[in-house]
């Protein structure tokens, strides 16, 4: 098993629906969450950090469940310029710290 | 601020060619990175460096060396190049303090025949 899992998708959806994605992991060490989102053939970029208590940026809202050991994006009112795919990251310490990113989920929102 | 830099873009090399990969970042970020992305397969991180002349193994180093000398360049060479190597290489920065927060480079992408 992966230690971090994401749905690759895609996740087709018109404009103005609201989409949810998880990640899930498998190290109850893990400590710290990101998510990050990358356009077609460009770099990853930050995107918002998950808290415990939830993390809330305009249209997005990240949240974190560690009894079930997964984190989830929740887009609003999606738009056409959301089309990307996004990359869960989480931090575990071992000794020295770990980050693995999951290989992404992938959505189109479409007109 | 240019923030992070690779070059370069785009390298096409023959099996047992050697190269150097250059990152260099105006943030004055502790910690870098190099990782590479494979479809399906997410990034993975090659080696990193938590500070100037320090350097450490992540999950796939085979095969590759890096070298910090100095704090805002971190190099990622390949000695021998094999097609599995072919791939697109990303490095990224971060404070030491969020290392979480990780700011990526455009991306060089190595074709390896």
């Known amino acids: 098993r992966k230690e971090v899992e994401q749905d690759p998708g895609p996740f087709n959806v018109p404009e103005g629906a609201t989409v949810a994605f998880n990640c899930t992991y498998s190290n109850s060490a893990s400590q710290s969450f990101f998510w990050y989102r990358q356009d077609c053939r460009k770099e990853p970029k930050l995107l918002m950090s998950v808290y415990s208590s939830g993390n809330e940026d305009g249209r997005f809202t990240a949240q974190l469940n560690r009894a079930s050991q997964y984190i989830s994006l929740l887009i609003r009112d999606s738009k056409l310029s959301d089309s990307a795919t996004y990359l869960c990251a989480v931090n575990m310490r071992t000794g020295g710290f770990k980050t693995i990113f999951g290989a992404g989920t992938r959505l189109f929102v479409k007109a | 601020n240019a923030g992070v830099t690779q070059t370069p873009k785009f390298r096409v090399l023959k099996t047992g060619q050697s190269m150097t990969l250059l990152c260099a970042q105006d943030?004055?970020?502790?910690?870098m990175y190099w990782y590479r992305q494979d479809p399906g397969m997410g990034l993975r991180l090659i080696h990193y460096s938590v500070g100037e002349g320090t350097t450490a193994k992540g999950e796939v180093p085979d095969g590759y060396n890096v070298s910090r000398l100095k704090k805002q360049n971190f190099l990622l060479g390949l000695e021998s190049a094999a097609p599995s190597q072919t791939s697109v290489y990303f490095c990224?920065?971060?404070?030491?303090?969020?290392?979480?927060?990780?700011?990526f480079g455009p991306g060089t992408r190595l074709t390896v025949t």
């Open positions: 943030m004055n970020h502790e910690y």
């Open positions: 990224a920065s971060s404070r030491r303090d969020y290392h979480l927060e990780q700011y």
